[in-house]
């Protein structure tokens, strides 16, 4: 069965660069969600999508945004990278009609230097 | 504020010792109790989702329960490929909000 692609898999920037991560929702999957997982740490919630509008915000910096395309992939832009920006960036998917079960990319590990 | 907690820390286990993971929650509404499992620099893998108290989910060697205040996660007979880390989530209005997560190692 399809997954949930993201891409790039690896990253690495210097402090103050941009970066682009983008996600792949498994096919006809409506929602998509941005998930932050530092070294040791849970993952927390970032921002999220529904039909291209986006639905819910957590914990993201001014420095991040989003977005969710026509095709329903979604993009995470962050900008001024700092240090502490080093983690794992996850995104889920899943169905509206369905909104509780999160279907979860390999994520991107992301290392600013 | 939603909450969730979950206990041990991390469990050491030696292949077919039995044991069970705890995760405990306070939120508002119960839209939905999620467990993941996670290997080391992997995302999340959905195992079970649960809805109301007294529900019961299996898939092979795991069983999920669920109360009012906690979720429970057997492990039955484990393999060392169980070895990974389980992570508990409640559904906190279309967010997914996770506990710390319980490291388990099953040695052979």
């Known amino acids: 069965a399809a997954g949930v692609i993201q891409s790039p898999r690896h990253l690495i920037k210097e402090k103050r660069e941009t970066a682009t991560l983008k996600c792949y929702p498994i096919?006809?999957?409506?929602?998509v969600y941005w998930y932050q997982q530092g070294p040791g740490q849970d993952p927390q919630f970032l921002i999220s999508f529904y039909e291209k509008m986006q639905s819910d915000k957590g914990s993201i910096p001014d420095r991040f945004s989003a977005q969710q395309f026509s095709d329903y992939h979604s993009e995470l832009n962050m900008s001024s990278l700092e240090l502490g920006d080093s983690a794992l960036y996850f995104c889920a998917s899943s169905l509206f009609s369905s909104i509780h079960e999160q279907f979860f990319g390999p994520g991107t590990r992301l290392t600013v230097l | 504020e939603d909450q969730v907690t979950q206990s041990p820390e991390a469990l050491r286990l030696q292949e077919g010792e039995s044991s069970s993971l705890n995760c405990s929650y306070t939120v508002s509404g119960l839209r939905g109790l999620f467990w993941y499992r996670q290997d080391p620099g992997k995302g999340p893998e959905f195992l079970f989702t649960l809805y109301s108290a007294g529900e019961e989910k299996e898939k092979e060697r795991l069983k999920a329960t669920l109360t009012k205040k906690e979720s429970f996660l057997h492990i039955t007979a484990p393999k060392p490929e169980d070895s990974a880390t389980y992570l508990c989530a409640v559904d906190s209005w279309g967010k997914l909000q996770f506990g710390a997560g319980t490291q388990v190692v099953v040695t052979p």
């Open positions: 096919p006809r999957h409506d929602t």
